[in-house]
Nanobody, 119 residues
Framework: QVQLVESGGGLVQAGGSLRLSCAAS????????MGWYRQGPGKQRDLVAR???????YYPDSVKGRFTISRDNAKNMVYLQMNRLKPEDTAVYYC?????????????WGQGTLVTVSS
């Protein structure tokens, strides 16, 4: 069993910064792709950042230049540094990690952390 726990969400004024963290625990053999998604009120869940095992990263245009994803494989952690936040960044943010246990491949989601950006 593998679990993800996110932290770092909260209330911030527009233009401010937040850093989200996601810790994976359990029977992890190897981590693969890690990502952050968000779901705003009445919206679908969208990808905001992804980092592959190779270190290759992807950002949609909506956050490019403002958000930075990073990973620490030794600690089973993934981070999202969010700068120059905008009210439209308000959403529940979820981490997702694709990984191998000893006997299977899993795609695991965290429970979400709320980010609220006030204007």
């Amino acid at each position: 069993q593998v679990q993800l726990v996110e932290s770092g969400g909260g209330l911030v004024q527009a233009g401010g910064s937040l850093r989200l963290s996601c810790a994976a625990s359990g029977s992890i053999f190897r981590l693969n792709t890690m990502g952050w998604y968000r779901q705003g009120p009445g919206k679908q869940r969208d990808l905001v950042a992804r980092i592959q095992g190779s270190g290759s990263v992807y950002y949609p245009d909506s956050v490019k230049g403002r958000f930075t994803i990073s990973r620490d494989n030794a600690k089973n952690m993934v981070y999202l540094q969010m700068n120059r936040l905008k009210p439209e960044d308000t959403a529940v943010y979820y981490c997702k990690i694709d990984l191998w246990t000893l006997d299977r491949y899993l795609e695991v989601w965290g429970q979400g952390t709320l980010v609220t950006v006030s204007s």
